[in-house]
Each structure stands twice: as C-alpha cells, then as structure tokens.
C-alpha cells in the first residue's frame, strides 16, 4: 500500500491490519510508520518517486517467499489552480507521484502478482471521470491513471491479475487540508492580472474544499470499501466512494458537456455563498 501515511491510506492498513492481513504500507515519515507499527502493520520507507525505494520494496517481497495479495496504488498529490497559473513544476509534481509513481511501482511488483494471481487496486478518484474549475492537473492526472488502469485490466486478465478501480468522492482527509492550505498559496503567488481572472474561481474551489470538512465522507468510512475491493473474491472492475461520486458516475452518462458545466458551477457557487455566509 502506497501513501500508506495518513488519510485512506493510513484507515485502509488499519482495516486491514486489524482483520489479520500483514500489510506492508508506504510511508514517508518515520512517526507516521510508528502509529501504522502499533496498528500491527509493517511500516516501510517509500516514496512512490525514488526507483530505490521500490526496488527496496521488490526486493523485500520476493525475499519473504510468500504471496503477493494486491499492490494499492493510494498515493496521491493534488495542486489546484488554473491550468494558466499553475506552474509547470506543479504539473510535473502531480502527475510524478499520481500516474507515473504508480506505474513504476505495479511494474515493479507485476512479476509477484502474476506468481500469486493477486491484483492491482488503483485509487483514483471522480476526478477522473469530472473535472471542475481549479482541478486540471490533479483531475488529469487521476483521467491518466483511470485509463493506464482500464488498459492493465484487459492485459492481465488472461494471465490472472484482476486490476480494481476505486473511486473517492468528497472525503475529509489530510490531503485536503494540505491541498487547500497549498490552493492559498497559489492564489498568493498568483500576478494581479491573474488574480482579476480567477480570484472568484479559485474562491469557489476553497469554498469547496471547506464544504468536505462538514460533508465529506471519513477516511474509515471509505477505508471499507478499498476493503472489499482488495478482498472480495469476484471484485467489481470499479467501485465509487460516497454519494456524490455515486452520482457524478451515473449522471455524466446522460447530460451534456455544458450542462454539467452549469451544474458544476452552480454548485461551486452555492458552496462559495454558504462558506461565505458561515464565516461572516
């Protein structure tokens, strides 16, 4: 399990942990890999961007000698800005840890899957199915990594790797409050010009955010339906994560372009005015 830290990832190892699987679970920081220690996880060092650091982790697998249940693919980065502001360091970061840091990692633990016909869960998000004003590069990354995954699942499936997608909608985690905390940032750095353009956009994206921290669906909550995914023995090829992914998933199939557009605005909006109305 990458990006094993905190969030999903840190419920999803605790769940799994707690009904007798040994996880091996990604982090970065040594205490995030001492709570997961106490949760009777084994903690390893990774970084999904380092080659050494999975090599490292390949390498442990295959010295243990035994089978390879599934690789999680959780590790995620988000930069939410305007595509004309977000600088290019910020799209290359997202897209590094988001798609090619979970393409390095299932290259690198393929060979045990197919030893143990286990299989590759990839969390994307609705994101990647919808994408709203501020979230090209961290929707585009996760539309990436649902297609890399839609190809994965028609390669493996005759050789006995199944490929599941999970799909979160609004949660509260800490990648949130770090991704808004980083959203201030940008509308900071941004010029007055860009500013003048995207100030109400990116008004409506904090507004947001700040909306999951009342609504947004728990980490536990969701943790259980990445259980499933990993363990239930004919897995879906996709399952959806609270109410609005549920209904985003359902609804992009019989609206058009510009009127989800004006639903997604509508909806920015309305967010924008309550948060508004509950700080004044």
């Known amino acids: 399990m990458s990006g094993a830290s905190t969030g999903l990832g840190a419920a999803t ?5 707690e009904r007798g699987f ?27 961007t380092h080659a050494e650091d999975i090599a ?8 243990s000698g035994k089978p390879l249940r ?9 930069a939410n800005a305007p595509v004309e502001t977000l600088p290019l360091e910020d799209w290359r970061a997202v897209f590094d840890v988001n798609v090619f840091g979970a393409v390095a990692l299932t290259q690198a633990l393929l060979p045990a899957l197919h030893r143990s016909s286990g299989r590759v869960v990839n969390i994307t998000s609705i ?33 006995g790797v199944q490929v599941v997608i999970v799909e979160p909608g609004g949660m509260r985690t800490e990648m949130g409050s770090r991704g808004t905390s980083a959203a201030e940032g940008q509308l ?33 909550e ?27 998933s359902r609804l992009i199939r019989f609206v058009s372009d510009r009127t989800l557009d004006r639903m997604i605005t509508r909806t920015l909006r309305s967010q924008t005015m309550d948060t508004a109305a509950a700080t004044a």
């Open 13 to 17: 190892t605790r769940t799994l942990a």
């Open 22 to 48: 040994h996880v091996l679970a990604g982090v970065r920081r040594e205490q995030d890999g001492e709570r997961l220690r106490q949760a009777g996880a084994e903690p390893v060092n990774l970084d999904v």
């Open 56 to 63: 490292r982790l390949a390498a442990r697998i295959d010295a």
């Open 70 to 78: 599934a690789v999680v693919n959780n590790a995620g980065l988000a």
């Open 127 to 159: 994101g990647g199915k919808v994408a709203m004003p501020a979230f090209g590069a961290y929707s585009g990354s996760k539309f990436a990594l649902e297609a890399i995954s839609d190809s994965l699942r028609q390669e493996l499936a005759p050789h």
């Open 188 to 220: 900071e750095r941004m010029t007055p010009r860009q500013r003048d353009l995207y100030g109400e956009t990116m008004s409506a994206f904090l507004g947001y955010a700040a909306a999951l921290d009342r609504t947004g669906i728990t980490a536990d």
């Open 222 to 248: 969701a943790a259980r339906t990445v259980m499933t995914a990993i363990t239930a023995a004919r897995p879906r090829t996709r399952y959806t994560i609270g109410r609005e992914a549920a209904l985003l």
